[in-house]
DNA sequence: CACGCCGATCAGTATTGCTTATCAAGTATT
DNA sequence: AATACTTGATAAGCAATACTGATCGGCGTG
């Protein structure tokens, strides 16, 4: 199974097309085909079907191995360069919305006296964005925060090889209405809210998923997605009384809105630094400057 | 980096020699050269010192990730002919030292009375060869055990797109020899011991790393390391005295030892199954009964 | 010191991989 | 319903490549 394939027949995949992946990928429509074919007759067994292109079951499992694969490869790439490659002049960072906010600002502050000339940007992304761009060189650092267990990682999306140290910790809290029966609350455990109504805000608070997991139930519903990324909104959300919602026990709530941490089971809401190898000084700064901040 | 380039590139870096390289992989000296050299133009960078052969920095960086993407390379295929292929006659599994024993046991009798004909062999293996062996399907199902978190998954070797799920979970004790202070003790910290002798037995007991992380400490200090995979045989070193070890709390231990159950910091002994896609209904009946068993 | 072993390099050949051209089948248009 | 267009498969040809075999130079070893 050469990269090259595979790099065709997930672009063949995403795309629905054999056309549209040649014109992405600059080949002819007839060499897709070819490497399709060569691919079937490789793994002997059809991988696609045609009109309408899609995967066949052993084409879907092909392809949530691909993925992984080549974003491997891009990491090592990206390995690689770092140990031999000039330091950048450029600092490019990125954070998941919860994770950044006053630490970032903080840490940038104290960089901005020490080193006033360096270049420094940060972009706000998904969790898997965050951990797939360091992972493939796009950025110097990520900062991604989730929920877990108190002495246990983040469970990050399968990168390969990124080095993580936790940055800070603190507890949960559930936000409810303000005149939700349980408001009062000086503590409470999960497992008596799992016939309540959550949003389930996969960007902002932890993933309903993940709860779920934690409190080993199946029954926390969703009534309500929200995929944005802004804090204020999905509190909002909450007082109009579309739901509940888990967030870090330090967020601070508008009116309306009553805050109760979480008192088992015992998660945490961590922040995580990741990085690779780090290639500059200053890249090696700021990371020390996040990581006390 | 097209596949054949890693893979050469690894036998080169792990026979340390060109030609050997090409003898195993059947290629002449030349080509295997070759290879090399395009690997090192298409990074830009040597990866290799010659005379002695061994792996420059950002060789090492690349060798790293190298394995990793061939091993998920393996298990794409394998999972792919799960899919497709015909269920195997026999049934392959392997499980770690620790996993096996009574469960074991259960489930193939068990197996043997409701699927009489059924051929089933299995191995004893290193945690990290059973989660090689069934992400590449040369086992059908894999037993691992390790120490973890209450709630939490072992940590295995990234090796893509395992299935497991938790089949037994114990606490853990510490064994000492019968006339050690602590003997007598009904609970006992980690962190108290910190200061003791250990014998490190990573295929049978815990490996000392995990539980340096899990006390956060670096100061487990290993007085002796033992490779073997037999029970018996550690009981018998710290009945010598040799040092002590972290076991699952239900071992039984001869006279001149005695076991402590540990209290904190909170850890568990807990058994995992894996599996990939379950291929037969034989594999799933027997995965069904270790994970009732 | 000389021999042997190892890796680099060169030239030749066989294979592979890609393109162009053409076809068959399905889809959209009128 | 008939026609034109789009899409993927296939065939043939050509160019790039990947491998082999032969040779050279250098380092370590007896």
Redesign the pocket.
Known sequence: M?T?LLRTFVA?ASS?????A?ADL?????????????LESSLGTAL?T????APTPAGERLLEHAGAILLRIEAARADVRRVVGEPPGEIVFATTPLAAATRVARALTQLRQTRPGLAVTFEVARRDEVARGVASGAYHLGLVDGIAAPSDPLRLPDVGLLRTSAVAQEGLAVVVPADHPIAGRKRLGLAALVDARWIDAPAVSAPLDDLRAAVETDSLRAALGYAGADVRTLLELVAAGHGLAVLPASVSVPAGVAKVPVGSPRLVHRVELLHGQLDSAAASALAELLDEG
Chains 1, 2 share one sequence.
């Open positions: 050469e090259h063949v629905g097309s054999f056309s549209a040649a600059d080949y002819t429509q007839s060499a897709v085909s070819q490497h399709i074919a060569a696609l045609r009109r309408p292109v």
